[in-house]
């Protein structure tokens, strides 16, 4: 069955600092990954998705995951910072082929120092 | 563009109630639909998906129903609230080609609160 893991519940950084969120994936086959970001008392928001191609995928807020099939891996990573990515992020994976389930990892609560 | 409407945003009921949570698209059209929970700590649960009028697909069994009476609209009921309904309640559609392989854009939510 597949699965994700997202090691690291709760990470504080300092705003200007750069970020990685770390995703481990367990699949049978080329997985879709997805992360999405999510801000208290709000729904989830699309980062970004990787179906196949490049490994390293740019999405929105200028946040970027980077696929490592040997580690199955994909972890988000941003340059720099800013106070208002404070909000808690969830990396996805699926479906399996004739299935429609996404399978998400528990989230991770990013927190950021002024 | 599409936009994904969830209502209400807050609801306070007591036990044994009844529930209804509707969920509407618009700017697609023969979407897949979904609802799920999300407990603190838990991650997200798929509780229903829907791939096309009156298909309803239950992923845990429970006190809740889904129904979709129009192609974009979902709904989520219960008969009897219990207090381990409580939560955050949030709809997701994709589109509806493939098998999903294509991202899911979620509502706001709402959050149930069971009395």
């Known amino acids: 069955a597949q699965s994700v893991t997202q090691p690291d519940i709760h990470i504080t950084v300092s705003e200007g600092a750069s970020l990685e969120l770390r995703c481990n994936y367990s699949y049978g086959a080329t997985p879709y990954l997805f992360w999405y970001v999510q801000s208290p008392g709000q729904g989830l928001q699309l980062l970004l998705k990787y179906f196949s191609g490049d490994t390293l995928v740019q999405g929105i807020k200028g946040f970027e995951a980077e696929f490592k099939r040997s580690q199955s891996s994909f972890n988000l990573r941003k340059p720099s910072v800013h106070w208002s990515d404070a909000a808690e992020y969830f990396c996805?994976?699926?479906?399996?082929?004739?299935?429609?389930?996404?399978?998400f990892g528990k989230g991770t609560k990013l927190s950021v120092i002024p | 563009s599409q936009t994904i409407h969830q209502w209400p945003a807050t609801l306070v009921q007591p036990v044994g109630s009844p529930l209804s949570l509707e969920c509407t698209v618009e700017?697609?059209?023969?979407?897949?639909l979904y609802w799920y929970r999300q407990a603190a700590g838990r991650g997200l649960q798929l509780l229903f998906y829907s791939v096309g009028i009156g298909q309803i697909s239950s992923e845990v069994p429970q006190n809740l129903s889904a129904s979709r009476p129009q192609d974009r609209q979902f709904i989520l009921s219960s008969k009897k609230l219990l207090l381990s309904d409580s939560g955050f309640y949030l709809c997701a559609w994709s589109g509806g080609w493939g098998f999903g392989n294509q991202p899911q854009h979620f509502g706001d939510g709402t959050r149930l609160s069971i009395l």
């Open positions: 996805a994976v699926g479906p399996y082929a004739g299935s429609y389930q996404l399978t």
């Open positions: 700017g697609t059209s023969n979407p897949n």
